[in-house]
């Protein structure tokens, strides 16, 4: 029962982020503030995670081909292929659900347990429009993010390739130029979509509706980032089914 | 002026307040005193509508706050200030930036108006150099006046404190006091304060409502207080030695 209370005042809290909409001119500087504080802030990571775990991919895929029968550039392929279908989407959301969806649940619970958002509300101030709107439209750059990531990965396989003397970089240029199709940056960029909606509104979630103290500021950090993490997989697995499934 | 009648509020059955009716008169600090767990603090909530009630009403100037329409509510609330017990400031923001916010929210003002408004009500709450601070380089009795002038910025008709002295040394938690007291005579606000602190009764107790067990169990002002005979007010007001003195001294003077 109480997981479907939560689902429900999950989605009550999505109608109720759209009515009495903050001033213009106030929702800009959150926005851009929030674009700094959760893509802006999030680029370093990225960039490292993605260029050494594609290097890592590559070197993988390199020592479990063995058969001379099988091209070298399938090395280059079989890289592309995971990190735009799969690492950098899926994966990179799982780790921004721990960075960047702890910060927004222990922000958001944090002005919670401080009375900020009561703050807020006796103003008359639409406290969800206020906190969670613009996290919510700051995280729609991050397809930009992801795009980054993607690239740096392949770099990360081909830098692997080079300098670990796997293949030889006309093969890994050529396996990731093999068998291309645009559907599949197209299917990636609309996972990466729904995921940062879902980064941005269920770290909200946890902290908006927290009760307690600073104890349970962490509780809800960490329990939005294991349901966050959770929804992302079957978010996954459900998008994968209807767009690449027969 | 703030009427409330017959006002029931429940939580998972259990009754925290049970039918209180009382006015709060505009120009006047009027205090809600009570042991803790007696439902002030719900009442203050219930009264700024951040809690929805069973039963009973609440009138601002004679507006029913439940009959309003969401419009006309938030058009209430633009009148209503707060200071929190924690201060509750934006801990991103300056106090500048801090007692600006909700000028930037409801008013049409120009930049400059704001930091002339700024200005004026920071230097009223005696704090002229801390405009770039943040909150939390601000001590505790600082950090109340900035939630007093953040509460009083937007000209508000009503001004809700809870415990706005909790945590202050007491010559810091008198000047808190007489601060809000000033205001309240100045703009003429209809103030409520939640408090348990008998300074504070002493001090600025124009109008006094006493909950006991979610019930009003007296109500007088900080000249009647002493002289009760009500058990349940006197046991709360003479709980302390340094009171149970004062009561002697006065019985003694009496006699």
Known sequence: ?246 | MIEVKNLHKSFSGVEVLKGISTNFEKGKTNLIIGQSGSGKTVFLKCLLGLFNYEEGSIAYDGKIFSQLTEDEKRNLRAEIGMVFQGSALFDSMTIAENVMFPLQMFADQSKSEMEDRVDFVLKRVNLDNAHNKMPSEASGGMQKRVAIARAIVNNPKYLFCDEPNSGLDPKTAIVIDNLIQEITDEYQITTVINSHDMNSVMEIGEKIVFLKDGLKAWEGSNKTIFKTDNEVVTDFVYSSELMKKVRQMYIEEKQ
């Open chain 1, 1 to 246: 029962m109480t997981y479907l209370h939560n689902i429900g005042a999950y989605f009550l809290m999505i109608v109720e982020m759209f009515r009495k909409p903050t001033k213009w001119s106030v929702m800009k500087k959150l926005i851009f503030k929030d674009i700094d504080d959760l893509i802006i802030g999030s680029l370093g990571i990225i960039a490292f995670i993605s260029f050494f775990v594609g290097g890592v991919i590559t070197i993988q895929t390199a020592l479990n081909i063995n058969n001379p029968l099988i091209p070298k550039y399938l090395v280059g392929f079989a890289t592309k292929q995971s990190i735009i279908l799969e690492f950098a989407p899926t994966f990179t959301s799982i780790i921004m659900a721990g960075k960047v969806g702890s910060f927004i649940t222990s922000s958001i619970g944090t002005m919670r347990v401080t009375e900020q958002i009561d703050a807020l509300e006796v103003m008359g101030i639409n406290s969800l429009n206020y906190l969670v709107l613009p996290k919510t439209i700051a995280l729609f750059l991050y397809p930009f993010a992801i795009a980054i990531g993607m690239f740096l990965g392949i770099l990360g396989g081909m830098a692997a390739c080079v300098f670990g003397g796997y293949t030889s970089l006309e093969d890994y240029v050529l396996g990731i130029q093999t068998d291309f199709e645009a559907f599949h940056i197209i299917y990636s960029f609309i996972k990466t979509f729904v995921f940062a909606f879902l980064l941005a509104t269920i770290p909200s979630f946890h902290g908006y509706y927290m009760k307690g103290g600073a104890l349970e500021v962490g509780k809800a950090s960490t329990t939005s980032f294991v349901w966050t993490s959770v929804v992302i997989i079957l978010i996954n697995y459900i998008l994968t089914d209807m767009m690449l499934g027969s």
